[in-house]
């Protein structure tokens, strides 16, 4: 069977759901496209730490709108 | 999505803000360019268009990284957020397209929202994203 796809791989992370019932049967059996697939959620995790940093603070829209309002930058 | 501009900027302030700090990593400056390219956008529209939502993410996107651009070069002489100015750097450096999938996901827009913004097919968002997350480990040399 042909393996799995990085970007197959990447979506699934993200969308278990999407990986076909061939697909996740192929997933459970090929050491390779393990291996792939853990390859894929590490640099993933990594990129994600990179970018996401430190969480974000709440914000509240109506107060910024309302603000906004108070200047006339916004009508 | 048509609507008025008080419910899109209730539903999408929070997005375009977080599109914001993920480029230029630094709340205040977020937070300044999401509220300039708010008001940008209701004096461009308005009456909203449907896809006001992509347009605005697209409008955030583009506000964001020329933003960077003036940023990086302000940054370059400066030591503080050295780690912060190096992602951003690296945002910068890397193929637009590819430093947008990540900044439209980890600003948790969907796939399909994603795909729309960026004028792709969904299925290839999967891909993009792989691409990406290598090309900014690399630009980043973590």
Request: charged share 30%; proline share 4%.
């Amino acid at each position: 069977m042909k393996h799995l796809s990085e970007a197959t791989l990447r979506r699934r992370l993200d969308d278990p759901a999407s990986l076909a019932a061939g697909d996740r049967a192929h997933l459970r059996a090929c050491r390779r496209c393990k291996d792939l697939a853990a390859q894929v959620v590490g640099d993933a995790r990594r990129a994600a730490e990179l970018l996401e940093g430190t969480p974000l603070a709440p914000v509240d829209p109506a107060a910024v709108l309302k603000a906004l309002r108070k200047r006339g930058a916004v009508g | 999505m048509a609507g008025n501009f008080e419910d899109l900027f209730l539903a999408e302030y929070p997005r375009v803000l977080c599109i914001a700090e993920r480029v230029l990593r630094k709340r205040t400056e977020a937070e300044q360019l999401a509220r300039e390219v708010m008001a940008a956008f209701g004096r461009t529209w308005p009456a909203l268009p449907d896809d006001c939502a992509v347009r605005l993410h697209r409008a955030a996107l583009d506000a964001s990284f020329d933003r960077a651009r003036d940023k990086r070069l302000e940054d370059a002489g400066g030591e503080a957020g050295v780690s912060d100015a190096q992602v951003t750097a690296a945002l910068v450096r890397m193929p637009r397209p590819s430093a947008e999938v990540l900044v439209l996901r980890s600003s948790r827009l969907t796939y399909a929202e994603t795909a729309a913004v960026l004028q792709v097919e969904e299925e290839q968002i999967g891909a993009m994203l792989r691409r990406a997350e290598l090309r900014l480990l690399r630009e980043a040399a973590v």
